[in-house]
């Protein structure tokens, strides 16, 4: 198992902006692409974004692309979500995993856009 500890969430208005990070405890993390996901209140949890393992391809969302922004640090342990744009229908908590996997869930961060 891999733990996974998300954060940088908060509240931020329509349009703002705001970057997450994810880091997690083992060096293992770099052979492991990565995603991001998150889940609305009364949703099931979605995919947001994916890296591969050398951040040479990326994958959104069509919810979020062209305003989302993943990339990783291998060398910190670190996935990186830069959101801007924000729009009220992205407040979710938020997590990242191991697309795929049977790795347990972090407890995630929260980002709420409301004006």
């Known amino acids: 198992q891999v733990q996974l500890v998300e954060s940088g969430g908060g509240l931020v208005q329509p349009g703002g902006s705001l970057r997450l990070s994810c880091t997690a405890s083992?060096?293992?993390?770099?052979?492991?692409?990565m995603g991001w996901y998150r889940q609305a209140p009364g949703k099931q949890r979605q995919w947001v974004a994916s890296?591969?393992?050398?951040?040479?391809?990326?994958n959104y969302a069509d919810f979020v692309e062209g305003r989302f922004t993943i990339s990783r640090d291998n060398a910190k342990n670190t996935v990186y979500l830069q959101m801007n744009s924000l729009q009220v229908e992205d407040t979710a908590v938020y997590y990242c995993?191991?697309?795929?996997?049977?790795?347990?869930w972090g407890q995630g961060t929260q980002v709420t856009v409301s004006s």
């Open positions: 890296i591969s393992t050398d951040s040479g391809t990326t």
């Open positions: 083992r060096s293992i993390f770099k052979i492991f692409p």
């Open positions: 995993n191991i697309p795929g996997s049977e790795n347990s």
